[in-house]
C-alpha cells in the first residue's frame, strides 16, 4: 500500500508513513488519512482507442482524504497514427504472405504426393520416375 506525503508530494510506503510517528502505536491497518499521508488509489486506466489515443499520467488527484491516480486520455499526433496504420497494414500483408506459402505449400505437398502414387496408366513409369526424381531434388534443395 502506498500513500502520498501531501507536504512533500512524495509517494511513500505505509512502512514509511509508520516510520513517521515513532512515538504513536498505530493500528494494524492504517487508515486513508493519517497526519500529512494520505492512501493513494490506483484505479485501472480506462479504454481508450490505442489506434487515435493515448493515454498519459495526470498525477494523484486529493480528495476526500485519499490521492487519486488521474489519467488523461489524449490524441496520437498525427505522425504516430500515420505510423501505427502503416505498421499495421504490413502485419497484415506479411501475415496473408505466410498463409499462402503455408497453403501453397500444402497443395505441393499433396499434389507431389499424388503424383508419386500415380498409377503407370496416367504417368508413363520413365516419366513418374523423373517426375519423382524432380520432386525429391526440389524438396532436398537448400535455399
Known amino acids: 500500500m502506498r500513500y502520498l506525503n501531501t507536504a512533500t508530494q512524495q509517494s511513500v510506503t505505509e512502512a514509511q508513513v509508520r516510520q513517521s510517528f515513532p512515538d504513536v502505536s498505530l493500528p494494524e491497518f492504517l487508515p486513508d488519512s493519517i497526519g500529512d499521508f494520505v492512501r493513494i488509489v490506483e484505479p485501472k ?10 493515454i498519459v499520467d495526470g498525477g494523484l488527484v486529493v480528495a476526500d482524504g485519499k490521492a ?39 497443395y505441393f505437398f499433396m499434389s507431389a504426393r499424388e503424383l508419386m502414387l500415380a498409377p503407370a496408366a496416367i504417368v508413363p513409369a520413365g516419366d513418374a520416375r ?6 525429391r531434388a526440389e524438396f532436398n534443395r537448400k535455399d
Open 130 to 135: 523423373d517426375l519423382q526424381s524432380q520432386i
Open 45 to 54: 486506466q480506462p479504454d481508450y482507442d490505442q489506434t487515435t489515443q493515448r
Open 68 to 106: 487519486t491516480r488521474n489519467w488523461i486520455i489524449e490524441p496520437l499526433p498525427s505522425e504516430e497514427v500515420e505510423r501505427q496504420r502503416r505498421f499495421a497494414v504490413y502485419q497484415i500483408k506479411a501475415q496473408s504472405i505466410q498463409q499462402f506459402d503455408e497453403q501453397a505449400q500444402s
